[in-house]
């Protein structure tokens, strides 16, 4: 019974609706986007891109935060991942964050959401949600799990879509 309840949140993450690409890509994420939203409760602004890695069949993402810390200092964190596909809409790969560590990465894609569980065993592990709302907007949350407890979120940030991948932003460009 206890091994049927602990099963019972990866049947449900595995019963989504399927990615339409033909490599699992959700279509919906590609692109830069800018964002607003908190980082540990602290206002913060956003920037994210999911784009085609060059000359392989995944995904590159790259995220930045600025948030004021409790003495006026800003915040600045940066992380990149790169996936590749895994087959039947699941992905892998590895994130590289400014803070120095570095996590291993699962998800899972559908038409409206990707799910990416990150996990250092010496460190902690966490789960980063982005969902595409019905206005084309995506949220994305992140949690760490704590104490034995569960997931708690940490930051999130609510995301509109700046351009394709094809157009690098002016922002960007650097």
């Given at each position: 019974?206890?091994?049927?309840?602990?099963?019972?949140?990866?049947?449900?993450?595995?019963?989504?609706?399927?990615?339409?690409?033909?490599?699992?890509?959700?279509?919906?994420?590609?692109?830069?986007?800018?964002?607003?939203?908190?980082?540990?409760?602290?206002?913060?602004?956003?920037?994210?891109?999911?784009?085609?890695?060059?000359?392989?069949?995944?995904?590159?993402?790259?995220?930045?935060?600025?948030?004021?810390?409790?003495?006026?200092?800003?915040?600045?964190?940066?992380?990149?991942?790169?996936?590749?596909?895994?087959?039947?809409?699941?992905?892998?790969?590895?994130?590289?964050?400014?803070?120095?560590?570095?996590?291993?990465?699962?998800?899972?894609?559908?038409?409206?959401?990707f799910i990416a569980t990150w996990y250092n065993e010496a460190v902690e592990t966490g789960q980063t949600h982005y969902?595409l709302d019905s206005g084309g907007k995506v949220k994305v949350t992140d949690y760490v799990f704590r104490d034995g407890?569960?997931?708690?979120?940490?930051?999130?940030?609510?995301?509109?879509?700046?351009?394709?991948?094809?157009?690098?932003?002016?922002?960007?460009?650097?």
């Open positions: 019974m206890i091994s049927a309840l602990l099963s019972l949140p990866l049947l449900l993450a595995t019963n989504v609706a399927p990615a339409r690409d033909s490599n699992d890509a959700p279509a919906w994420l590609m692109g830069y986007w800018s964002g607003q939203g908190t980082f540990f409760e602290k206002p913060a602004r956003t920037s994210l891109s999911f784009c085609p890695l060059a000359e392989e069949n995944g995904i590159k993402l790259e995220y930045k935060v600025l948030a004021e810390s409790d003495d006026g200092t800003t915040i600045r964190f940066t992380g990149r991942a790169n996936y590749l596909p895994d087959g039947n809409n699941r992905w892998r790969g590895d994130w590289f964050g400014s803070n120095g560590v570095d996590h291993e990465l699962n998800a899972l894609a559908s038409d409206k959401a969902e407890k569960g997931f708690e979120p940490f930051a999130s940030a609510n995301y509109n879509k700046i351009s394709p991948c094809n157009d690098l932003p002016e922002d960007q460009a650097q």
